[in-house]
């Protein structure tokens, strides 16, 4: 197959079906915009199962993903899509960059969920940018944006319904979006412990990639751990 796309964490390969993508979750684990790089065997395995469960369940909830089906231990079958060039971050608890940003306390609950974009392009660091630069770069439309954070906000709640059955707090996660062939804004990239933050409620211990990050314990192990919770709340 022809591989189209190589990120940190999967590639794409093109498939004999038009609009149909395959894609493989590698095993590298990198944070910091590549600056910590490592390769975890059975990493992606756990990315890919995760996620694949996860968007079952959003497709359970409502919410439509270009997710068609896994395929094995490491492939999903995917609907391509025109990604969106944001990075869209919902919060419900301030930790991680919005602490480095503004006087929040990590760990200190938001009023409400809290949605912001965050334009992808690594050699610029992904930097945070408001609505109006979203308009400025003709990245989305005023129309667009709402639908953007509209939708974000529902995964935000399916996903928190979904966490308190593990008892975790969903701290915060990131998503992409795509337009499908028709136009859609449909949710793409992945949902797993990559990206998101996932805490015990009470003993905050972390199941997401802040254990690498921080270097606090075994990502595979966390990551495990958090799959099987996630087995026992879906199936
Ligand atoms: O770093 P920051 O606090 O802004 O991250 C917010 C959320 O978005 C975290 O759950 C993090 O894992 C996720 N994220 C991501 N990919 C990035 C940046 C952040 O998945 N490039």
Known sequence: ???????????????????????????DVTAGNGEKHDIMEGKGRLNNEISSLIFEYLHDFGIE????????????LVRSMKIIPLEVVVRNVAAGSITKRLPFESGQPLNKPLVEFFYKDDALGDPLITDAHVKALNIASDVEIAALKTKAL???EA???????????????????GKDDQGIITLADEISPDTCRLWDKD????FDKDVYRKSTGNLLDAYEAFYKKLKGAVL
Request: charged share 35%.
């Open 1 to 27: 197959m022809e591989l189209l796309y190589e990120g940190k964490a999967k590639r794409i390969y093109k498939t004999d079906t038009p609009n149909e993508l395959h894609v493989q979750y590698k095993d």
């Open 65 to 76: 993903s270009h997710f068609i089906k896994k395929l094995s231990d490491t492939e999903q």
């Open 154 to 156: 529902k995964i935000n």
């Open 159 to 177: 996903l928190i319904e979904l966490m308190d059955k593990m008892n975790l707090q969903l701290v915060d996660f990131k998503i992409e979006f």
């Open 203 to 206: 003993t905050k211990e972390n």
